[in-house]
């Protein structure tokens, strides 16, 4: 395998990438990289920002490299993958090679009711539930493509869906050293 057996979490936005990744990597004694940080901590702006002056190609542009650079890091990871990072097939398939990938999935219906756009999230707009369902429908596929396991977040609290994913590890055998 090229790239070191990291962790990724892929979903759409609202799902709790972060909010559960965070603790699972502590849990491992790993590093926590979340994509969306290292893009506003390398370029100095907001992804709101970044959509608003450059447009949405660019910010995938940057999402890209983003995801990119943190599964080249040697060290194992857990890392959160923006929502968007499965649109384009090179990202799929460097989440292929990445090591174990679980897609955290929800209906829209609940992930509309958790997610809070702030500015993050500029593809929510005025019809968050709407925009979820839509870009769901779009992405089903890609995140089923590149998932090695699903985890059902919609059903769980957070504290269920870190056990949930930690259980999907130790199947994986996952070393946490
Ligand atoms: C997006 C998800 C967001 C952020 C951007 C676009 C998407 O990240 O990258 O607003 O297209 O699904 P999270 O998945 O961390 O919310």
């Not at 849990?27 to 390398?42: A, I, P, T, Y």
């Not at 970044?50 to 060290?75: N, V």
């Amino acid at each position: 395998m090229a790239d070191p057996a990291h962790v990724v979490l892929v979903g759409m936005m609202g799902t709790g990438k972060t909010s559960i990744g965070r603790p699972v990597a502590a849990h491992l004694g790993r590093r926590f990289v979340d994509s969306d940080e290292q893009v506003e901590r390398r370029t100095g702006r907001t992804v709101k920002e970044i959509f608003e002056s450059e447009g949405e190609a660019a910010y995938r542009r940057l999402e890209s490299d983003a995801l990119a650079a943190a599964l080249a890091e040697p060290e194992p990871a857990v890392i959160a993958a923006a929502g968007g990072v499965v649109i384009d097939p090179a990202n799929r398939d460097r989440l292929r090679r990445a090591g174990t990938v679980i897609w955290l999935d929800a209906p829209p219906e609940v992930l509309a009711e958790r997610v809070v756009d702030g500015d993050h999230r500029p593809l929510l707009g005025d019809d968050p539930l709407a925009t979820l369902a839509r870009l769901a429908a779009e992405r089903e596929g890609w995140y089923r493509e590149v998932a090695d396991a699903v985890v059902d977040v919609g059903s769980r609290t957070a504290d269920e869906a870190v056990e949930a994913v930690l259980a999907v590890l130790r199947g994986a055998e996952v070393r946490s050293t």
